[in-house]
């Protein structure tokens, strides 16, 4: 059935409010809650957050799950339409809407050089090279919500309390077979129920950070306690808040390891890490002497500024944003975490399962992305091939063998001075 010109939606001109919001109540049994416009709770995203909390899901998956749902709830508020009444019409609207909507973001990032400034995005990072913040939503972000929501819609339709008929649905073309039907063992599993509208994420090769760079980023930390992160993450590869997480009874100087709960699957994993990782670490243990509680169970990292307070990702991140602006990068925490296993992956003296299980990889295709060359490698080996090669065309031709002839009549006869 087509739709008429008067049921199509000008996106052009559709306002969506901000309202609602997304609160962390600090309590494990329910550590975030979704309130709408009102401020009341909304009891169907609380009910699909805790079936996630009692699957095992961390509170940071929740937190992502639950921005996803709140873009959608604006979105339904702004249409006009309820939840349970919601068509794949509307989501098809959603879709291009998530697409071409422009980005709220906070006054420093917009005015920032790598950032977008009055709707125009700007030059890649001349240090980092990476590429300009877009005015929009990423794919990244855009595939992730289509995922949340469609299995958002799933819950409640198999608990009988939303549609019948999930409006986020399937691609047909993937629907019309059996998953992974006739499938070469030999070959990768590739995602085959994927969203009918969900974006193409392009493919991206983990950006490490040069030594060169590495070092000058290093001598711009302002304090012991910051060096010290920085050298856990660059040589244990850790996520960012696997090592904030870390305890007093967690740090084995001794046998260079580090105790961590691994973000994903909870599990309790010793790390190798550098000596140089501890010695910083002593030196702002030392600064801190007496000023924070004493247990084995307290935290390692405190912030700096008193009231002393266990450091969080947050105040991290925006230290090493500070380190970064100096040098005019954009750098981020999780950069550590790929020059880390780049570095290690092209150690000959370390194998790749080796590595997998430093970084803590559920499969081992995930650790060999770490082998792929850096761009500025590839650009560097390209450019002397063509030096190469041009040194060679300017080579003298040597004459051809010819036993028994004379090298003048020879020069003469193929064009060559004397």
């Known amino acids: 059935m087509i739709e008429s010109e008067e049921n199509v939606r000008d996106l052009t001109t559709l306002l969506v409010p901000r309202g609602g919001r997304l609160v962390s109540t600090g309590e494990g049994t329910e550590p975030y809650q979704l309130l709408d416009a009102a401020g009341e709770l909304v009891e169907p995203v609380a009910v699909f957050l805790r079936e996630l909390l009692a699957a095992g899901r961390s509170p940071a998956t929740l937190r992502s799950y639950g921005m996803d749902l709140l873009r959608w709830w604006r979105f339904m508020q702004a249409v006009e339409v309820g939840w349970d009444r919601a068509s794949r019409a509307d989501v098809r609207d959603f879709s291009c809407w998530i697409q071409l909507t422009v980005k709220k973001r906070s006054p420093l990032t917009s005015s920032s050089g790598t950032g977008w400034a009055n709707g125009v995005v700007g030059p890649p990072n001349p240090i980092t090279g990476k590429p300009a913040l877009g005015k929009g939503y990423a794919p990244a972000t855009v595939a992730h919500s289509e995922t949340v929501l469609r299995g958002f819609y799933d819950f409640h339709r198999d608990a009988g309390t939303g549609p019948i008929l999930n409006p986020f649905p399937l691609d047909p073309a993937r629907r019309s077979r059996r998953a992974h039907a006739h499938r070469n063992p030999m070959d990768g599993w590739a995602r085959e129920r994927v969203g009918r509208y ?221």
């Open 198 to 418: 969900r974006p193409k994420v392009p493919y991206r090769i983990p950006r490490a950070i040069p030594d060169q760079r590495f070092n000058e980023l290093f001598a711009a930390l302002g304090s012991n306690r910051d060096r010290a992160l920085v050298a856990f993450w660059i040589s244990t590869g850790v996520r960012a808040s696997e090592l904030l997480g870390v305890r007093q009874c967690d740090i084995d100087p001794g046998q260079q390891l580090i105790t961590v709960v691994r973000k994903g699957t909870r599990a309790i994993q010793q790390v190798p890490a550098s000596a140089d990782a501890f010695v910083w670490l002593r030196l702002y243990q030392e600064e801190l002497h007496g000023q924070i509680p004493p247990g084995r169970l307290q935290p390692v990292w405190w912030t700096l500024r008193r009231p002393r307070r266990p450091l969080n990702y947050h105040a991290a991140h925006r230290m090493f944003e500070r380190a970064n602006a100096s040098l005019g990068a954009d750098w981020t925490l999780h950069d550590l975490r790929h020059s880390a296993a780049t570095r290690m992956a092209r150690d000959p003296q370390l194998t790749l399962s080796d590595v997998q299980l430093v970084m803590g990889h559920a499969h081992l295709s995930t650790t060999e992305i770490y082998l792929t060359p850096d761009k500025d490698e590839v650009i560097a080996g390209v450019l002397a091939h063509h030096a190469r090669t041009a040194d060679q065309r300017d080579k003298p031709i040597p004459p051809p063998l010819a036993p028994g002839y004379d090298p003048q009549a020879l020069s003469v006869l193929f064009g060559r001075t004397l």
